[in-house]
């Protein structure tokens, strides 16, 4: 292999695919960057077996070839090369990858491309659903927080994608919280389809979506155990999580006595300052919702309150529906909720101090978040 490319392209290639490498494995190849020609580009590709990350890079290929070095080693020396055109030689008897750049020599011994592990790339995709980037990118952004990090449920540290006709909804859920998001697709899928990806693969996903232009184009292999999404110059390949996602409708409240509608942004800066307190008392931070009275308009009140360290109290204007109500949330929970609910009134609903609180946003489309309420006492 001979090749040559900006040390600009490079790095931006490494950075997309370096986040698939495994950072803890007994196959040493997976701590390795896949490095090859591919059609008059250069091919970069990583794995930990979970989620698989391949990148093409603009490049100058003068002879075909492939190997795979050490991620953080090559990754390193990249970035810190100066923005000049570099060259990249591989030794194929000793699986050496000689760098040269500017003033730079290096040599770089890597292991042989052959045990690197096979990332399905848009050549094997087929039946593609396609959805605007930006779509894409912000339901993931509403949802994937909402799935579980404990490893003791495996099938809630995914994300529900549910094809449906020209519906997409994405769903995820800790035993806390849900998030749920819906959205229409430029074309009917072929049939209707469930599959559970890992929430970290669609994080990653999202992050690597940036300011694309064009349509992410997502393809479910026929044995349904892997997803495929692709978009320009990347393909992002993800195992998909084996199981039945719990029945996330029947979580949601149907009906609810108590609707208050609030500033997004107000509200959350509130709820910030109120979990300054609420740290030392298990984030337990009051929401207290009051319809208007007699020369007193309607409020919710945000508050949280720690024996030693003190008290923190927010009356926000808000229009209410229904009777007064109070009920106690984890801050963390609500912070995480209102950073992503994209637009400028947020509702909160509930029935009772007991029961699952539900939050939308107000002139949105398609979007509920529902998180369990804390235990709080009679007295204050």
Known sequence: MRVSCLQENLARGLGVVSRAVATRSTLPVLSNIYVGTDAGRLKLAATN?????????????????ATTVPARIFGDLVSQSPPERIELELNVRGQELRYHCAQIESTIKGIDASEFPIIPTAEE??????????????MIGQVA???????????????????????LTLA??????????????????????????????????????GDQEAPVEITVTPNRNQVLFHLENVDVASQLIEGNFPDYKQIIPKNTQTRAVVDTATFLKAVRRAYIFARDVANIVRIAIGAEKELQPSQLTVSAEAAEVGDNVEVLPAQVEGPAMEIAFNAKYLIDILSVIGTAKTAVETNSSSSPGVIRPVAGD?????VMPMHIGSNR
């Open 125 to 138: 995709r087929g039946g593609d659903i396609t959805i605007p980037p930006d779509l894409l990118k912000e």
């Open 49 to 65: 077996l979970e989620i698989g990350i391949t990148c093409w890079v603009g490049a100058k290929v003068e002879e075909e070839g």
């Open 366 to 370: 398609g979007f509920t978040h529902v």
């Open 172 to 209: 995820a859920a800790d035993g806390f919280r849900l998030s749920v998001r819906t959205a229409h697709l430029e074309a009917p899928v072929a049939q209707k389809m469930r599959v559970i990806v890992p929430a970290r693969a669609l994080n990653e996903l999202a992050r690597i979506i």
């Open 145 to 167: 927080f909402a799935a579980a990090t404990d490893e003791s449920r495996p099938i809630l540290t995914g994300v529900l994608m549910d094809f449906h006709e020209d519906q």
